[in-house]
């Protein structure tokens, strides 16, 4: 079979019925994730509705992408954990991420269309400054980020999310032998075996190489980590409810967890927007939120069918298809 033919698949199955979230988001070889603290001098409403409808709207225009997603955290939760003798909890303020963006690429020629097309090599990083006083973004090793578990199986989600979610955010600790050691203790030993819990509604786990600078730069943005403490891992939780976070933890305290990690830190998530899902822009990413929302409101069918996408956007509808992967 083809690699263009293997690549099609999946969403041809989307577009199906056929394939759930955790099985989209695992077709993907590649994942970068982009931790952003905002300007300070601009209200973070105005930062977070920027970057949803101004500076989002840029990467579903942009060719390579299996799926974009913005997250809008919440400050970090350290009563949500029990006491662990030798892992630490609390972050300071200066260090707390207010937004990550996850991107996902099938593979490393959709990357480098991605990263070399002007849109992504020109106009986002100079735009990002506009909102974004800080970056540091990382790209995973090949194949390590995976989605264990999704009862959730919204890929295309707009908005709060339906249960408790969480990005978990881990610290390496004095017994971490090294990056690739650590990562399969976060995914053999804490991910795999949360996963199985019933109360789990959607895990995935992210692996990270050692921060050393962002791997997306751009003009006028720091991207020196505001701390000491950098993170080699993290995790998107989803919970029936809050209570479960805690439980999960003593589930793997008394295994070794302070060896390998020296803290975590946990960012709810207030709100989840996806710009690309399945190779394919959203309809938020094609128009930016607010007109999707007037739209739904309105009742107005016709402004969502893709033939009058089409003539608004033109091939930016097909998303990946852009790139001969259409079956």
Request: charge should be negative; hydrophobic fraction near 40%.
């Amino acid at each position: 079979m083809s690699e263009e033919k293997q690549a099609a698949e999946p969403m041809a199955e989307a577009e199906a019925g056929g394939v759930d979230t955790a099985d989209l988001e695992n077709a993907a070889e590649l994942a970068l994730t982009a931790f952003c603290w905002w300007r300070a001098d601009i209200p973070q409403e105005v930062c977070e509705t920027y970057w949803r409808d101004v500076h989002g709207i840029m990467f579903a225009r942009a060719p390579g992408l299996w799926q974009c997603r913005q997250l809008r955290l919440a400050a970090n939760r350290p009563d949500l954990w029990p006491k662990v003798q030798g892992v630490s909890f609390d972050a300071p303020d200066a260090a707390q991420p207010q937004g990550m963006g996850h991107g996902l690429f099938l593979s490393e020629a959709d990357l480098a269309a991605f990263a070399g097309g002007p849109l992504a090599r020109e106009t986002i990083p100079g735009d990002a400054h506009n909102f974004i006083g800080r970056i540091g973004a990382q790209l995973s090793p090949p194949g390590g980020g995976r989605t264990l578990v999704d009862r959730v199986d919204d890929p295309a989600m707009q908005g709060p999310p339906p249960v408790p979610t969480f990005v978990l955010c881990f610290v390496p600790g004095s017994g971490a032998a090294s990056a690739e050691a650590f990562h399969r203790y976060l995914t053999e030993h804490v991910a795999h075996p949360w996963s199985g819990h019933p109360d789990v509604m959607r895990l995935r786990v992210e692996p990270l190489p050692p921060y050393e600078r962002s791997a997306m730069g751009s003009p006028g943005v720091a991207y020196q980590w505001p701390g000491e403490e950098t993170y080699l891992g993290w995790m998107e939780l989803a919970v029936r409810s809050e209570g479960v976070v805690g439980d999960l933890l003593e589930g793997v305290a008394a295994g070794g967890l302070a060896e390998q990690v020296g803290a975590v830190h946990a960012y709810p998530v207030r709100e989840v927007y996806t710009i690309v899902s399945a190779g394919r822009p959203t309809e938020v990413g094609l128009r930016g939120y607010p007109a999707v929302r007037t739209i739904i409101a309105a009742g107005v069918e016709d402004q969502r069918d893709e033939a009058v996408l089409e003539l608004l956007f033109g091939d930016a509808v097909y998303g990946l298809d852009r790139l001969g992967r259409r079956s």
